[in-house]
């Protein structure tokens, strides 16, 4: 009788992964084409000089300035409340959550992790670039502004450049990066790019940021999005170990399978005592409840083996006897002399 190991969920998840083939061969991976590092490099140029017009508080500053003393969330209270949960999805929990769940299924359905995997890579990409931008320049946000017309940059805060900006491009730009049809692909840009351009502009509404952290928060999140290709054959090689490591796991927790019960596994089995082989372990099959049977003892004394018994008889047997026949345990007549 054979016992089959008990699959936990993780498992089962795992062997959807196991299913051929891997990956449809219609997906296709974005590479860095030389268009791409075109824009690439002009977005670079764009996020430098924006930096570098806030630092040297050039006409840029002046407008962040101009902007906030219109403050647009007096202009058109009507749409305040809307707007306060329209900036939601530019946060990072909701938004992620929300992504990872629609990746989730598309790792599901297409046997592979890359796509959990790339929003991973570009989440952590996000943490290390904007972060480190945020606490370097530490410029405050229009509410803790000290001197009018000032860019307010090295004094502490982690407003430049626009968190939610930044995170709205990549959360919602991963979805078109991983479009399996170019057709998808240019919808999915589309909607993104409106949804990251109503959220930055949102952020200045509500006069949480200036307008220069939101324009380089739209850049850091496209340089984060073109650099993506780079990083594949990172991503190809994490999917490549978890799997390997979920298979050491696996063989690490696999329990013993205990071989099949012969037929007749009740039957006792003799060993001659002169028997030179080894002794092999008896293993009791599984299913099979010992008999209630008090033990059978043989008697002491000789074993002969079958061929070398005599014939006997069976009682109340119709085959008259043989006359050579003896019974066990006595001697036959011998013939008298001179008879």
């Given at each position: ?14 062997a ?55 403050r ?28 990872a ?33 945020k ?15 000032s ?7 982690d407003?430049?450049p626009?968190?939610?900006?930044a ?13 399996s049809t ?18 930055g502009?949102?952020?200045v ?15 850091a ?6 650099a ?15 799997l ?22 009740g ?6 005592r ?19 049977r ?16 005599t ?20 001697t ?6 001179g008879?």
């Amino acid at each position: 009788m054979r016992t089959e190991r008990k699959l936990s969920r993780l498992d089962r998840v795992f062997a959807r992964l196991d299913r051929e083939p891997e990956r449809p061969t219609h997906i296709d991976v974005p590479r860095m084409s030389r268009h791409r590092v075109v824009l690439l490099s002009a977005t670079l140029a764009f996020y430098t000089a924006i930096v570098w017009a806030v630092v040297v508080s050039s006409w840029l500053v002046r407008l962040d300035w101009q902007v906030m003393f219109f403050r647009p969330y007096q202009q058109w209270p009507q749409i305040h409340a809307f707007l306060d949960y329209y900036v939601v999805l530019g946060q990072r929990g909701p938004t992620a959550v929300m992504v990872a769940a629609w990746l989730g299924w598309r790792s599901w359905r297409q046997h592979t992790l890359r796509p959990l995997l790339t929003l991973g890579a570009a989440l952590l990409l996000l943490n290390i670039t904007v972060g480190a931008a945020k606490y370097g320049m530490g410029r405050l946000g229009p509410h803790y502004a000290t001197v009018i017309g000032s860019n307010e940059m090295w004094h502490g805060g982690d407003i430049f450049p626009s968190g939610h900006t930044a995170n709205a491009v990549v959360t919602w730009g991963i979805l078109a990066y991983l479009a399996s049809t170019p057709r998808a692909r240019r919808w999915l840009s589309a909607i993104s790019a409106v949804t990251s351009l109503g959220v930055g502009l949102t952020t200045v509404y509500l006069g949480t940021h200036w307008l220069s952290d939101v324009l380089l928060g739209w850049a850091a999140g496209l340089l984060i999005l073109l650099a993506l290709p780079w990083f594949e054959p990172l991503i190809a090689r994490a999917e490549s170990a978890i799997l390997d490591l979920r298979d050491r796991r696996r063989s690490s927790s696999a329990l013993p399978v205990p071989t099949p019960a012969p037929v007749g596994a009740g039957s006792l089995v003799l060993t001659p005592r002169n028997s030179t082989e080894p002794k092999a372990e008896v293993l009791e099959p599984v299913g099979v409840t010992r008999s209630t049977r008090a033990p059978v003892y043989l008697a002491p004394g000789p074993y002969t083996s079958r061929g070398e018994r005599t014939p006997v008889t069976p009682v109340g047997s119709r085959r008259p006897q043989h006359p050579d026949r003896v019974s066990r345990g006595t001697t036959p007549a011998r013939p008298l002399a001179g008879g």
